[in-house]
């Protein structure tokens, strides 16, 4: 693998951080100024890059995107890790909803949602996990039932990020109880705008409410917003899966690195340096994000290579949640009670850090995946 940028590559990251330079956020909302205040501020940030055509390089040209190749739109989110700049407000459409509906939307579908995900416009999130399924997805229990030219949908969802905001949810529900469970499932888009669907906000650790419950009672989808076709759900919805990691995970890197960065300025002024404990936790999670780092890439080479993101993406997942937590651990070790104290970033980071091994993948469950598809061990049976 050469990890040397071609001129084209050069040109690419040399256009974005001069953009980067001369175009900054709005200013950060106060740490105690709402979940609301925060949204409004990540959605004037993409409505910014938006407007200079930066809001999802890796998008196709007629979609609005640059048609950026894999590795350019690795550098897109490493450069804006490398800049500090929030999250886009619609990342999940942007890195979910949309390559989904390009891949399995019919060309009305596309026409209609893809604009106003990049814009911003229109939120959408991700109707996935219930009480009962999450890690074993397949196994949910949200209903649909077809009425006519409409699905009727009841049941519950939850851990759903960003749904308070959100015009549109990715829901995946069962419409066939009859077949094998991956079989009977349907991925529709599903209008959040309707009273059958309320949303009611899961206070985190962090104070935050990032994700919420879904109540669905008797919610009416229309037909034409099956996405794949009907009991093809699974495959709908692996499509989104797939995507989850792809781009942010080049941003996540970038910003592990500026923590650790950060807590060694930090050692470094109070001394800690010289103190063989500290120096040898920070010299492993050096080695840690230098590894992360070049797993990332090697993921991506492999990507090219054979048209879509292989099982090691979960090794990558797994090290960079469980490093996640060691640096921020670390840095309340180094930084002290202020560390500890409320409202403060560093609290949050600490905080924050306990779901990165349960989002996007808990880590017992990455670790099957690269025991059994990357190392080729057998499969494990759990007694009953
Ligand atoms: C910050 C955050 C944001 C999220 N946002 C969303 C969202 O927007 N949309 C959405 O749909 N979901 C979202 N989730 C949910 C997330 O995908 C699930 O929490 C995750 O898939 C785990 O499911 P679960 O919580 O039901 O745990 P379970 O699947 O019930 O797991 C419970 C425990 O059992 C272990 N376990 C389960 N199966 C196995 C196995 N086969 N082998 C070994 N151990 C196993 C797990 O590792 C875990 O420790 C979010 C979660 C977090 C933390």
Known sequence: MDLTFS???????????AWLSDNQPA????????????????RDWQRRLYD??????AWPTEYGGRGASQAESAIYYEELGRARVPVAAN???ILLGGPTLMVWGTPEQKERHLP?????????????????????????????????DEWVVTGQKVWTSGAQYSKWCMLVARTDS?????????????????????????????GEAEFNELFIEQARIPDANVVGGVGNGWKVALTTLMNERAGLGFALQIRLRQLLDDVIAHAGEKGLLEDALYADK?????????????????????????GQPGPEGSLVKWLWSDT??????????????????????????????????????????????????????????VAA
């Open 7 to 17: 001129d084209k590559e050069t040109a690419f990251r040399d256009e974005l951080r």
């Open 27 to 42: 200013r950060r909302p106060a740490a105690d100024a709402g979940d609301d205040a925060h949204f409004e501020w990540r």
């Open 52 to 57: 200079a055509g930066w809001a999802a390089p």
């Open 91 to 93: 990342t999940l459409g």
């Open 116 to 148: 106003p995900i990049l814009s911003g416009e229109e939120i959408w999130c991700q109707g996935f996990s219930e009480p009962d399924a999450g890690s074993d997805l397949a196994s949910l229990k949200t209903k649909a039932v077809k009425d006519g």
């Open 178 to 206: 009859e077949v094998a469970k991956h079989k009977g499932l349907t991925y529709f888009l599903m209008d959040m705008e309707q009273e059958q669907v309320q949303v009611r906000p899961l206070r985190q650790i962090t």
């Open 282 to 306: 920070i010299a492993e999670l050096h080695i840690r994000c230098e590894t992360i780092r070049l797993l990332a890439w090697k993921g991506l080479t492999d990507a090219e290579r054979y």
């Open 324 to 381: 996640n937590q060691r640096a921020t651990q670390l840095a309340a070790d180094v930084i002290g009670p202020q560390a500890l104290t409320s409202g403060t970033s560093w609290s949050y980071e600490l905080m924050r850090s306990r779901g990165n091994t349960i989002e996007g993948g808990t880590t017992e469950v990455l670790k099957n995946i690269v025991a059994e598809r990357v190392l080729g061990l057998p499969r494990l049976k």
